[in-house]
Antibody, heavy 119, light 102 residues
């Protein structure tokens, strides 16, 4: 059974950074891309970027370049996302989602991590 | 960049009613995916490649469309179908349709 487990909620101060994790199981991590997505309260879903589990190759939404940095640890089948220079606009729920082999279809999702940026 | 416009934004349906949600793309696309999201939960894959039901999705749901117009249809609305539905094509998501039960 494919599972994506995300790290717990974060309360961070403006200007700080935070690192979110997405630990996977139930499939071959190195054969798939992992995407990260952002959803602000009551808002639409935005694609941040993705990373290939096999070689760590990345692609980013231009909007999030410089904000988000994606990495993987193949040994633990875990994907990470660093968010830097946080502002109130970064307060949101962040999801990791496996990108299936079909047409950019996100076939498994983590439960999400809520990030709150507040002083 | 493709823009996806969903309609309606919100709607209310009675049990047993037929429901259709539309997603229009700003230019022609070859497929559409759909997700269901309930409050406090992550989006669930629902329909992929326009018309294929994800695992566990009831067969009262169907998807269709081509070009710039795609739709998700529910035959015989049930209470459990109340949720927000998002269409998605490549990197872009629609703004969602909130479906409520009467």
């Amino acid at each position: 059974e494919v599972q994506l487990q995300q790290s717990g909620a974060e309360l961070v101060k403006p200007g700080a950074s935070v690192k979110l994790s997405c630990k996977t199981s139930g499939y071959t991590f190195s054969n798939y891309y992992m995407s990260w997505l952002k959803q602000m309260p009551g808002q639409n879903i935005e694609w941040i970027g993705n990373i290939y589990g096999g070689n760590g190759g990345t692609g980013y939404n231009q909007k999030f370049k410089g904000k988000a940095t994606l990495t993987v640890d193949k040994s633990s089948s875990t994907a990470y996302m660093d968010l830097s220079s946080l502002t109130s606009e970064d307060s949101a729920v962040y999801f990791c989602a496996r990108r299936g082999h079909s047409y950019w279809y996100f076939d498994f999702w983590g439960p999400g991590t809520m990030v709150t940026v507040s002083s | 960049e493709i823009v996806l416009t969903q309609s309606p934004t919100t709607m209310t349906a009675s049990p047993g009613e037929k429901v259709t949600i539309t997603c229009r793309a700003s230019s022609s696309v070859s497929y559409m995916h759909w997700y269901q999201q309930k409050p406090g939960a992550s989006p669930k894959p629902w329909i992929y490649e326009t018309s294929k039901l994800a695992s566990g999705v009831p067969d009262r749901f169907s998807g269709s469309g081509s070009g710039t117009s795609y739709s998700l249809t529910i035959n015989n609305m049930e209470a459990e179908d109340a949720a927000t539905y998002y269409c998605q094509q490549w990197l872009t998501f629609g703004s969602g349709t909130k479906l409520e039960i009467k």
